[in-house]
């Protein structure tokens, strides 16, 4: 158990609506990281929080949106979903950024767009 | 991620038997990291490497970072059924973005 919790576990949309999705920091982390997984691939980054501010985005449309909370918890938001949109999401939270910090990863929200 | 190669990309080996999964990358790494994922499920934190040279253990499990930076590796001694599941390498690149790259991970298999 990392300490990073998730919600929903699971979640079943239809293409064009609006997503939620949500996570909790481990305790004493500053940062929050979503990425998006594809079934077989490794996870894609899609951006980074760092005491509320985005710190990082990669190769993700603006419909992709995210906020992170006074207690470093922290929102996903997806707009206009496609079928591609399918996916794992994952949060990660470390103190601090990667590359010095060690990341920590919560269960992730599986998607599925219809 | 093709910043990122992971090889094998799939792994069956009877239990007891040792194996090595690899990740090598074109570019400087400034932070390996090591994780480990059940199907559908987060990434479990192994091991974080920073260091040319530098070598980590964990239980039966032993990661490598070459002196270049750019190569590393994760070797299982005598693996368990327990051990089953997705390996994946992440790295820091210092591309600015603040964020990990991914190998598309290697799955492995143990056969009691």
């Known amino acids: 158990e990392t300490g990073v919790t998730q919600s929903p576990t699971h979640l079943i949309k239809t293409r064009g609506q609006q997503v939620t999705l949500r996570c909790s920091s481990q305790?004493?982390?500053?940062?929050v990281s979503w990425y998006q997984q594809a079934l077989g691939q490794g996870p894609q980054f899609i951006f980074q929080?760092?005491?509320?501010?985005?710190?990082g985005r990669g190769n993700f449309p603006p419909r992709f949106s995210g906020l992170q909370f006074p207690n470093y918890s922290s929102e996903l938001n997806v707009n206009a979903l496609e079928l591609d949109d399918s996916a794992l999401y994952l949060c990660a939270s470390s103190l601090k950024w990667s590359g010095q910090y060690e990341q920590y990863f919560g269960p992730g929200t599986r998607l599925t767009v219809t | 991620s093709q910043e990122l190669e992971q090889s094998p990309q799939s792994l069956i080996v009877q239990e007891g038997k040792n194996l090595t999964i690899n990740c090598t990358s074109s570019?400087?790494?400034?932070?390996l990291y090591w994780y480990k994922q059940k199907y559908g499920e987060g990434l479990i934190f192994l091991m974080m490497?920073?260091?040319?040279?530098e070598e980590k253990s964990h239980e039966k499990i032993t990661a490598k970072l070459d002196e270049k930076k750019q190569q590393s590796s994760l070797h299982i001694t005598a693996s368990q059924p327990s051990h089953a599941g997705i390996y994946l390498c992440g790295a820091d690149m210092k591309t600015g973005a603040n964020n990990l790259f991914f190998g598309t991970g290697t799955r492995l298999t143990v056969i009691p």
């Open positions: 570019k400087t790494l400034y932070g």
């Open positions: 929080y760092y005491r509320e501010e985005e710190n």
């Open positions: 305790s004493g982390h500053n940062t």
């Open positions: 490497l920073q260091k040319g040279g």
